[in-house]
């Protein structure tokens, strides 16, 4: 039974992938993200690393073709699986004073304004991450990442719009945006969300000059 029903997910996802791809002409597979909860088993299909590696790395490693699972010992970034709830975060982080010394806001009010801002889920509400291709997941993700150039984002804001009359409201930010904005902010708010990563993403992964992160709810994907 669990595994037929793992079968009838994987035949809607890999149905929703290839409407994804030719619609858009996606040059990347679509991406799907879960957040495990602590009482929950592993996904099927996805493979624990030996190694770390960044949230925003994991996205790009999904979209390649992996399909990874990944507990708190296995995410490379102390912020980044703190805002997902997997790790507490650390009073140096929580403070925005880390901020200050790598020069990354001017003060330390600006920090915490930031900081206060960003969605981020409690610690402890998640355990792990799983991704991989949507259209080789065998399992419900949570949200679906995709890695668009402008007009492909236009289209699918087109596409929104053809379904609801309403116009796109996106909230984003140049700090903590692959963990806050596609995964957090989405998941609390149901809305389709954009991302054009973060300075640690740019520098830790391969987000293209001319590419952004549109982040949707799965459950809203019908419609798109």
């Not at 409407?19 to 597979?29: E, G, Q």
């Amino acid at each position: 039974m669990l595994k037929e029903s793992a079968e009838s997910v994987k035949t809607t996802n890999k149905a929703y992938a290839e409407a994804l791809t030719k619609a858009l002409r996606l040059r990347w597979s679509p991406v799907a993200l879960k957040m495990v909860r602590p009482d929950e088993e592993i996904p099927s299909g996805v493979n624990a690393m030996g190694s770390t590696i960044r949230h925003c790395q994991s996205i790009i490693a999904a979209r390649r073709g992996h399909c990874l699972y990944l507990p708190a010992k296995n995410h490379a970034c102390p912020d980044g699986s703190a805002i997902l709830g997997i790790v507490p975060m650390s009073a140096k982080l929580r403070s925005g004073d880390l901020y200050l010394l790598f020069k990354k806001l001017p003060d330390i009010g600006t920090a915490r304004k930031m900081i206060s801002t960003r969605q981020e889920f409690s610690p402890g509400d998640y355990k792990a991450t799983a991704v991989a291709p949507l259209e080789n997941a065998e399992y419900t993700p949570d949200v679906v990442i995709m890695t668009l150039e402008p007009e492909q984002m236009m289209w699918l804001c087109c596409s929104s719009t053809y379904s609801s009359g309403d116009r796109q409201v996106f909230h984003t930010s140049g700090y903590n945006s692959a963990c806050a904005d596609l995964v957090v902010n989405v998941i609390k708010n149901g809305e389709m969300n954009i991302s054009f990563g973060c300075y640690g993403a740019w520098a830790a992964s391969e987000v293209g000059d001319k590419e952004l992160y549109v982040s949707i709810p799965y459950a809203k994907l019908p419609a798109t």
